[in-house]
């Protein structure tokens, strides 16, 4: 009897295109859900992810190697409009504005805010700040943004000038609580609760 149904669903499997059974490693079948790969005609498992996560696209808006306001620690800020946007420029040279002369560049603050990354004052040159991934994940209310922090190897010869390294990222308003800025290690660098409008 067994048999028969084998060679029965065997005949099925040949005749009938997209029909498919998911087998586990133990030659059972597979109850794991399946997922589409869209633009190719196969599927993909993505076990554990998670039920509340997704992608979104992130951009520099700007960067710099000096910012007027002393102390060494980080600092992260989440500006929301231009009154905020604007105070933080006036403590950026403007000759330093993304290394030119440019005039203020406005971002929509309808649409969007801006994440401003400072590392710190540093006592020499080979400290610097850019994006690891151009997107952020959003998962449960967090939106976790990778950047690369990078430091100077020990016994790297560098200009002895103090430098302050910062950048601004355009993110897209949406429905996160809180921002979470991680280095190229998956080291916290930084979070910035907020107060969700």
Not at 38 to 54: D, R, S, W, Y
Not at 58 to 85: C, E, M
Request: glycine share 10%; hydrophobic share 40%.
């Amino acid at each position: 009897m067994r048999c028969i149904f084998f060679l029965g669903l065997l005949t099925i499997c040949l005749t009938c295109p997209g029909f498919a059974i998911a087998m586990g490693n133990d030659g059972h079948p597979d109850d794991t859900p399946m997922q589409s790969v869209q633009g190719i005609g196969l599927t993909e498992k993505t076990p554990g992810a998670a039920v509340n996560e997704h992608k979104f696209a992130i951009t520099v808006l700007d960067s710099g190697i000096h910012f007027n306001r002393p102390g060494q620690k980080t600092q992260a800020l989440w500006l929301r409009d231009n009154k905020s946007y604007e105070g933080l420029r006036g403590k950026i040279p403007r000759q330093m504005l993304g290394g030119s002369n440019k005039s203020f560049l406005l971002p929509d603050f309808a649409n969007e805010g801006i994440l401003f990354v400072a590392m710190g004052e540093k006592p020499s040159a080979g400290y610097s700040l850019s994006l690891a991934e151009d997107t952020a994940l959003l998962t449960d209310g967090i939106a976790s943004v990778r950047i690369h922090w990078l430091e100077p190897q020990q016994g790297m010869i560098t200009a002895q000038v103090v430098t302050s390294p910062w950048m601004m990222i355009r993110l897209p308003k949406l429905n996160f609580g809180k921002i979470r800025v991680t280095d190229q290690d998956d080291r916290v660098r930084a979070e910035i609760e907020l107060a969700l409008k």
